[in-house]
């Protein structure tokens, strides 16, 4: 008998150490230049509202044209100072000091007011802030200025524009650290329970922070080229997508590197034993997901175009991580990287037990619920349809109509405060006037119908040299005499009688702009009404363009994949029920347990996106094996082998993803906490239900003809598997008996 020694001999030393070391050097260095280009993305990302624009919508044009009417790139401030009582005369003369001390910040061009309210409980300033410089410590010294010089007991807010992009980095600050902190310490501790090893967790967690290195250096590449466009928001799902993904495709490789160790003394013929196994279902559910991710290309949204790139890049380095340096880490840590709990060789005799219902070799959890689909598939899958189809009603309630702006942020927010402040005190729009670009010629007509139009409390041309922020600046009352001219156009700023994200302000800027093309047909109606209302209805056309082509591409992986038409017809359709099902939950869960107001318009693409491509994968990850199983064993042993055997990691696979996605709920922003909780209900649901009993028991049910139209899938073929499994076995036994 040969020794193990002399078998290792055998596997060559580059083989064995220097491929495995030159590996994990290349990994050392990217994640040496990637990690501190961490802190850096901040210089080529964006949370202003352009980076959320819909592209070829109505507002984004008219904002277009605002950029030329502006000498600068300064953002409106708004700061309001509110009073129990109206002010009195020496209360006033204080307040308006306060525009002294406001241009000594020096923080852009002539600040504007005091603007008294009609109540006389308020006033305000409009004060424009340079963006080119750092925008949130810009507000910050201002809302500290304004509360140490304002009367004293009364109320300061700086809010608008400038206020409300100050509070929203803020909110997004977390992301640089602490959400990496939580997700990367949630899954920690649940690899420490699924390994109860400790170095193991070690090479998967590096595994998956080297790739983040990785996906950060090229994304942050891309972005400085102008390429892409990343704004917080898929900057966060990049850490949780990449921590998830890399996570997931780890442990199924470590689960195939474990079982090649029960066959093998030699590490490195249990690397490479295991990474043929393995590579097939990871770069299929890889691939599965970046294309899904990249059809956000198709969107019209800048916030989606940005997060497809920007994600199916930390899936590819994810991919790339699992396969090139977990396998380096697993070939120079052997057996040891399991340590307490090494896993042990088995008697050649005992590596494959043969099957005759498929729950040979099995126990516990997986061996009841092999035996449960086994016994009664047509009950399970039947009962677990029904169950998604009841979850699936809630779908009904689900309000993704886009939620007003000063909603998005879900702390304590000064800006929001002073909106609500606004709203009390002066014209419910002020602030964020609806902005109407219209040919100089026709100016007078187009601000007679803006007047005249219902909801509209006022309006005025932009006079030349003033700045087009909000109504009580300049040009009010009535217009100027010199309109600003700008290649023939000019600039008209109306104030509505509703709070600009309300969905009254909406109905206002649609009617709005039926009326101005009646005299100008090239008339733009902008501003911030005008770009949610642009956005929502953006979004609503994304989904009916980009979820059919999802569908079509993950059908033709999966086709390819499993060499059949309908297991791949039936596992999408499983993971479409499964996604309406989890928006369902969602939508009852959003309404009645954490009473939100709505849900951004983005939000159903999102989850589909997210949910169907990840479903998937765990759906590949599943049949792949049972097809491998299905072709030494036949089909329904194969389906309860490939459950069994995979059950385990997958399900852990599961948990991981759903964790890492409920990280994103630190972060205070009524979107992301959505997404995290949509993705994580649906991970779980798909993994629990839908992976380990609906697909098995309908496949179970369905038999050979899973396979259709592969030789696989005939009933004939499919006997004669079993009969050649069969045979081997009285083989054996005979063997035995001799």
């Not at 967690?205 to 996906?215: D, E, I, M, P, Q």
């Not at 016994?375 to 009962?383: E, I, L, M, S």
């Not at 010199?482 to 104030?495: E, F, H, Q, Y």
């Not at 992976?691 to 009933?715: H, K």
Request: proline fraction near 5%; charge should be neutral; charged fraction near 15%.
């Amino acid at each position: 008998m040969k020794t193990s020694s002399q078998h290792s001999a055998r596997v060559p030393f580059w083989l064995r150490w220097l491929i495995p070391v030159l590996l994990v050097l290349t990994w050392l260095a990217l994640a040496g230049v990637g990690g501190p280009t961490f802190g850096r993305l901040s210089e080529v990302s964006s949370n202003d509202q352009a980076s959320f624009l819909p592209a070829s919508a109505e507002a984004t044009a008219a904002q277009e044209w605002q950029t030329k009417f502006r000498d600068s790139n300064e953002v409106p401030a708004v700061v309001v100072i509110e009073n129990a009582e109206a002010f009195t005369r020496a209360q006033l003369g204080e307040a308006a000091g306060l525009k002294a001390d406001l241009e000594a910040l020096k923080l852009g061009s002539t600040v504007i007011g005091p603007i008294p309210s009609e109540d006389g409980k308020a006033v305000q300033f409009i004060v424009p802030v340079n963006s080119s410089g750092a925008l949130k410590e810009a507000v910050k010294e201002l809302r500290t200025t304004v509360a140490g010089a304002a009367p004293q007991g009364m109320q300061t807010f700086v809010t608008g524009p400038a206020g409300l992009a100050a509070d929203l980095t803020s909110a997004f600050a977390g992301i640089d650290g602490i959400l990496l902190l939580v997700a990367l310490g949630a899954v920690f501790v649940i690899l420490l329970i699924v390994y109860r090893s400790l170095l193991l967790p070690i090479a998967v967690l590096l595994t998956s922070v080297f790739a983040l290195c990785a996906a950060i250096l090229l994304v942050f590449g891309m972005a400085k080229l102008g390429w892409i466009q990343l704004n917080g928001q898929s900057q966060g799902i990049l850490s949780i997508l990449v921590i998830g993904a890399a996570t997931d495709y780890a442990l199924l490789y470590v689960a195939r590197f474990r079982e090649a160790l029960t066959h093998t003394r030699n590490r490195t013929a249990a690397v490479l034993t295991a990474w043929k196994a393995s590579v097939e279902p990871i770069v299929a559910s890889g691939a599965t997901v970046i294309i899904a991710l990249l059809c956000l290309l198709f969107s019209d949204l800048n916030s989606n175009k940005g997060l497809g790139p920007v994600a199916a890049a930390g899936i590819l380095c994810s991919l790339f991580a699992a396969l090139t340096l977990l396998p380096a880490l697993m070939a120079l840590l052997g057996r040891a990287a399991f340590w307490p709990f090494r896993p042990k060789l088995v008697p050649e005799d005992q590596r494959e037990p043969e099957l005759v219902t498929g729950l040979e070799g099995q126990k516990g959890i997986w061996r009841a619920t092999g035996s449960l689909v086994s016994r009664r598939p047509r009950t399970v899958w039947v009962a677990s349809v029904l169950l998604l189809l009841v979850a699936s009603s809630g779908i009904l309630q689900l309000k993704a109509n886009g939620v007003p702006q000063t909603d998005v942020i879900l702390t304590a927010s000064n800006a929001v405060d002073g909106q609500d402040a606004l709203a009390r005190h002066f014209d419910a729009g002020s602030g964020s006037p609806a902005v109407v670009v219209a040919d100089e010629g026709k100016a007078d007509e187009v601000l007679a119908k803006v007047k005249a139009a219902a909801g509209v409390g006022d309006a005025y041309l932009l006079a030349a040299g003033s700045v087009p922020i909000v109504s009580g600046g300049p040009g009010t009352p009535g217009a100027p005499s010199v309109p600003d001219v700008r290649d023939g156009k000019v600039l008209i700023n109306a104030t509505l009688n509703y709070a600009a994200d309300s969905i009254e302000a909406e109905d206002v800027v649609k009617a709005l702009r039926e009326n101005v093309k009646t005299v100008d047909a090239g008339a733009l109606v902008g501003g911030v009404t005008a770009t949610a209302l642009d956005t929502n209805t953006t979004a609503q056309r994304d989904l009916v363009i980009i979820i059919p082509v999802v569908l079509v591409v993950i059908l033709f992986i999966l086709m390819l994949l499993l060499r059949s038409v309908v297991a791949p017809v039936l596992l999408v359709l499983s993971v479409v029920l499964s996604y309406g099902a989890a928006m369902g939950v969602s939508a009852l869960v959003f309404n009645n347990l954490l009473g939100f107001p709505g849900a951004d318009a983005t939000v159903p693409l999102f989850g589909f996106v997210f949910l169907v491509a990840l479903g998937v994968d765990y759906n590949i990850f599943l049949m792949s094996r049972v097809r491998e199983e299905s072709l030494k064993h036949g089909t329904r042993p194969g389906i309860l082998r490939g459950l069994g055997v995979t059950g385990g990691v997958i399900t852990s696979a599961g948990v991981v993803l759903a964790a890492t996605f409920a990280a994103l709920s630190i972060i205070p922003i009524m979107f992301l906490v959505q997404l995290a909780f949509i993705v994580a209900f649906g991970v779980l649901l798909d993994t629990v239900l839908v992976r380990s009993l609906l697909v098995p028991a309908l496949t179970y049910d369905i038999g050979p003809r899973i396979w259709w139209p592969s030789r696989l899938g005939r009933p004939e073929a499919d006997a004669a598997v079993q009969r050649d499994d069969a045979d081997v076995e009285l083989e054996a036994e005979g063997a035995g008996r001799r």
